[in-house]
């Protein structure tokens, strides 16, 4: 394993932020697999789980059975991490833009529709070497868009991206491209998850699609690269919520990821049998935020991991003051994959995240 430091430029005098990428295997050999955790700072299983899962890679490499390229960064928002109010994290917003860490990505397409390509065998790497030129070349104008440049230079030219967070209280799901679907649906059953949320582009320029979008974009736009495959699975794995934390479910989760490395042919041996499990493919399109309709005291009725249908109670709101207590209803039902966990609400705070099967106008609202 070969570490690098990756330092970000002085914020503000006195003080100068990095943050460390852990190298295993061969560049060049193999496939290239990224992985990280902690874009938003506080969201602490992913960091855990990828401490376990270093340990599983550096004891196959003293073993001599890594065959890929595989790319670790544990801890990918040191500035986020240093934003720390009465002992309290906030790590999804920069607290100098007020813009969410997972927003705003580079859009290579816009960097590389003037780059000359040539039609051969080799295309895919000469999109993948006009990646890494382009974003070398970018300038940084603050410490967070340097973090996302050069995260993404980590990033770009992989073949698969696992972008690893959390949510408030979740069950275990995933955010995917549904041109992978496929492919996705393995990774659900190698980590356990049952739900996968499928969009190309849920808007916002977030770290997987900045990852993959590039492809399908540039094969429609760029004139030269019409029959341009896609060359980037990215993804979103959503671990539960932000205090499933443990030793137990954290390396559990690292064998789980271990498995499907060697599944891929990143790790010698014999190749696992994927896992059996049931995995329901949801539309991003049919999602649903449902937000609080008045303040007071949250009080759920139904919890994440069940389904419910349009126009049913999920929760009510308690007002203590006027003893008023209202529903707050789903609006087209679904899967309720994620829900608040403070037991306390504003108007229109958000409550729950459901999927439904089928899309609807205004569906799959990009959350915050």
């Given at each position: 394993?070969k570490?690098?430091?990756?330092?970000?430029?002085?914020?503000a005098?006195?003080?100068?932020?990095?943050?460390?990428?852990?190298?295993?295997?061969?560049?060049?050999?193999?496939?290239?697999?990224?992985?990280?955790?902690?874009?938003?700072?506080?969201?602490?299983?992913?960091?855990?789980?990828?401490?376990?899962?270093?340990?599983?890679?550096?004891?196959?490499?003293?073993?001599?059975?890594?065959?890929?390229?595989?790319?670790?960064?544990?801890?990918?928002?040191?500035?986020?991490?240093?934003?720390?109010?009465?002992?309290?994290?906030?790590?999804?917003?920069?607290?100098?833009?007020g813009?969410?860490?997972?927003?705003?990505?580079?859009?290579?397409?816009?960097?590389?529709?003037?780059?000359?390509?040539?039609?051969?065998?080799?295309l895919?790497?000469?999109?993948?070497?006009?990646?890494?030129?382009?974003?070398l070349?970018?300038?940084?104008?603050?410490?967070?868009?340097?973090?996302?440049?050069?995260?993404?230079?980590l990033?770009?030219?992989?073949?698969?991206?696992?972008?690893?967070?959390?949510?408030?209280r979740?069950?275990?799901?995933?955010?995917?491209?549904?041109?992978?679907?496929e492919?996705?649906?393995?990774?659900?059953?190698?980590?356990?998850?049952?739900?996968?949320?499928?969009?190309?582009?849920?808007?916002?320029?977030?770290?997987?699609?900045?990852?993959?979008?590039?492809?399908?974009?540039?094969?429609?736009?760029?004139?030269?690269?019409?029959?341009?495959?896609?060359?980037?699975?990215?993804?979103?794995?959503?671990?539960?919520?932000?205090?499933?934390?443990?030793?137990?479910?954290?390396?559990v989760?690292?064998?789980?990821?271990?498995?499907?490395?060697?599944?891929?042919?990143?790790?010698?041996?014999?190749?696992?049998?994927?896992?059996?499990?049931?995995?329901?493919?949801?539309?991003?399109?049919?999602?649903?935020?449902?937000?609080?309709?008045?303040?007071?005291?949250?009080?759920?009725?139904?919890?994440?991991?069940e389904?419910?249908?349009?126009?049913?109670?999920?929760?009510?709101?308690?007002?203590?003051?006027?003893?008023?207590?209202?529903?707050?209803?789903?609006?087209?039902?679904?899967?309720?994959?994620?829900?608040?966990?403070?037991?306390?609400?504003?108007?229109?705070?958000?409550?729950?995240?459901?999927?439904?099967?089928?899309?609807?106008?205004?569906?799959?609202?990009?959350?915050s």
């Amino acid at each position: 394993m070969k570490s690098k430091h990756h330092k970000l430029p002085e914020h503000a005098l006195g003080g100068q932020r990095q943050f460390t990428s852990f190298h295993f295997g061969e560049s060049g050999k193999g496939e290239k697999i990224y992985l990280q955790a902690g874009l938003h700072a506080d969201e602490l299983p992913g960091m855990l789980v990828l401490h376990y899962l270093k340990r599983l890679l550096s004891q196959a490499e003293r073993r001599g059975e890594l065959q890929s390229e595989i790319i670790i960064v544990p801890v990918a928002n040191p500035p986020g991490l240093a934003q720390v109010l009465l002992n309290g994290g906030v790590g999804r917003f920069d607290l100098v833009s007020g813009r969410n860490f997972n927003r705003d990505f580079p859009d290579l397409t816009q960097l590389l529709l003037n780059h000359a390509f040539s039609i051969d065998e080799s295309l895919h790497q000469q999109v993948r070497a006009a990646m890494r030129e382009a974003l070398l070349s970018a300038h940084d104008t603050s410490e967070v868009t340097a973090l996302r440049r050069q995260l993404l230079l980590l990033a770009c030219d992989a073949d698969v991206v696992l972008d690893l967070h959390c949510d408030d209280r979740a069950i275990l799901h995933m955010y995917a491209d549904p041109a992978w679907s496929e492919q996705a649906e393995v990774l659900a059953c190698f980590m356990d998850i049952g739900a996968v949320l499928l969009s190309q582009d849920s808007g916002g320029g977030s770290f997987d699609e900045a990852c993959g979008l590039p492809w399908h974009r540039l094969a429609t736009q760029h004139f030269a690269l019409k029959n341009l495959t896609p060359g980037c699975m990215a993804v979103t794995l959503e671990l539960r919520g932000q205090r499933d934390i443990s030793h137990e479910l954290a390396s559990v989760d690292a064998e789980r990821l271990y498995r499907y490395l060697q599944y891929r042919g990143a790790i010698a041996g014999e190749s696992p049998e994927i896992p059996q499990r049931d995995v329901t493919m949801l539309p991003f399109a049919a999602g649903e935020i449902v937000t609080a309709p008045a303040s007071g005291i949250l009080l759920l009725l139904r919890q994440p991991g069940e389904w419910v249908e349009a126009d049913e109670a999920v929760a009510e709101i308690v007002d203590p003051i006027t003893d008023t207590v209202k529903a707050v209803r789903a609006k087209a039902g679904g899967l309720i994959y994620a829900c608040r966990q403070a037991p306390f609400v504003t108007l229109g705070a958000e409550v729950m995240k459901i999927a439904g099967q089928t899309p609807y106008p205004g569906g799959g609202g990009l959350a915050s």
